[in-house]
């Protein structure tokens, strides 16, 4: 199609023929991460906001103690952190498992690991 336009081998594409002269090389993606992982790229990324939420719940248990007096809200509130950072756990773990799992094709059956 580009030849019918006037182009030719070896001469670069746009206006001043200065551009790419070779074509886009593709690679094959045999797994199942996303485009653009690498491997390792965001493991302190996790580290450092577990870390961070950790430093906000004690914060917020030292300027709030739970106490027999105080109010259902600040209970309730308190329930709602530890369920979110169980959640956040949980999230962090199933990613370790799939990291496992592609990695070393290992996975969990009746709360046990087993290689595939």
């Known amino acids: ?56 719940l004690q914060q917020l248990q030292q300027s709030h103690p739970s106490s027999s007096s105080s109010s259902s809200s600040l209970q309730q509130f308190n329930q709602n952190v530890k369920q979110t950072k169980t959640r956040f756990t ?12 592609d990695r070393f094709d290992l996975v969990i059956k009746n709360n046990r690991v087993e290689k595939i």
């Open 1 to 56: 199609m580009l030849e019918k336009m006037g182009w030719q081998t070896g001469v670069g594409l746009g206006k001043n023929e200065d551009g790419r002269t070779e074509h886009i090389d593709l690679k094959f993606k045999s797994n199942l991460k996303g485009v653009g992982f690498v491997n390792g790229k965001y493991d302190d990324t996790w580290i450092e906001h577990s870390q961070s939420f950790d430093s906000v």
């Open 90 to 101: 949980l999230v962090f773990f199933s990613l370790f498992l799939f990291y496992l799992n």
